[in-house]
């Protein structure tokens, strides 16, 4: 990525037809702390990786409620993501003034996405440089996952990943994908924990400051896994597998699934 003539604002576009505003822009999602979705027949579980500019600063916020029904996880800029979900949260108050109903996941994808296109078209005005995974769980049709990148494209997913590092967190997604239509909740969320330790550098680990979690499904409204309970999610990834337990299943099973829950 460099600066050239056909990047000094987002209605150029260049000989070969690439608006270069948006490639920086997915280039900024690209480099943010990575987030990971997945979803089963009755939840979706969020998690994101939160960065700290120093040992004396708190860590960054990465997941942000919506309404009861929705919550959102970012990579990229933070600045950004307040203005969206801002715009969000609106939006869904809109809906239950108006029509005294939950506003609709997809709806509400489609409203980011036309926000976010305006922004591509426009002259003088930049992309948003964010990245969002948006869970949802609406009344009819159950749990969904959706992920809206600065193109403005939105697209649903059984799993997902984004930022940093993010290709090594979907191999692990694609490896289990067909296991996570059945699953609990708490073997969900060990899968997540699972895809989002792939992002690590190899001198960290997961923590209760680095490490969040939010989910919402079925008679479940919008919730984050935080201290004692993140805790024990964190120490069953840390403890693995039971060998024997592991040996008698005879297939692959992501660590800390086979251990016992108190």
């Avoid at 860590?59 to 996880?73: C, E, M, P, S, T």
């Amino acid at each position: 990525m460099f600066r050239n003539q056909y990047d000094n604002d987002i209605s150029t576009w260049s000989p070969q037809g690439r608006l270069h505003q948006i490639e920086y822009a997915l280039e900024a999602v690209k480099q943010g702390s990575a987030a990971v979705g997945l979803r089963s027949n009755s939840h979706v579980v969020l998690l994101a990786l939160k960065r700290s500019s120093g040992e004396l600063a708190s860590h960054q916020q990465k997941l942000f409620r919506i309404d009861n029904h929705v919550g959102i996880a970012i990579a990229g800029l933070v600045s950004d993501a307040r203005v969206l979900s801002n715009f969000m949260r609106t939006e869904c108050m809109k809906s239950k003034m108006m029509y005294d109903r939950p506003m609709p996941g997809s709806r509400l994808v489609s409203l980011i996405g036309d926000k976010a296109q305006i922004n591509t078209q426009n002259y003088g005005r930049r992309p948003y440089g964010v990245g969002l995974l948006v869970g949802s769980y609406d009344e009819g049709t159950g749990p969904h996952l959706y992920e809206c990148l600065p193109n403005a494209n939105c697209l649903e997913y059984h799993a997902i990943s984004i930022g940093a590092k993010s290709q090594s967190a979907k191999t692990y997604l694609e490896k289990f994908v067909n296991d996570f239509g059945e699953a609990d909740l708490d073997t969900l969320i060990m899968h997540g924990l699972h895809a989002l330790r792939e992002t690590l550098q190899q001198d960290k680990e997961l923590t209760l400051n680095n490490c969040a979690i939010g989910v919402v499904g079925k008679d479940s409204p919008w919730e984050l896994i935080e201290g004692d309970r993140l805790g024990a999610y964190l120490a069953r990834l840390e403890a693995g597998p039971s060998t024997t337990e592991t040996a008698a299943a005879g297939e692959d099973l992501p660590q800390g699934e086979a251990m016992d829950t108190e």
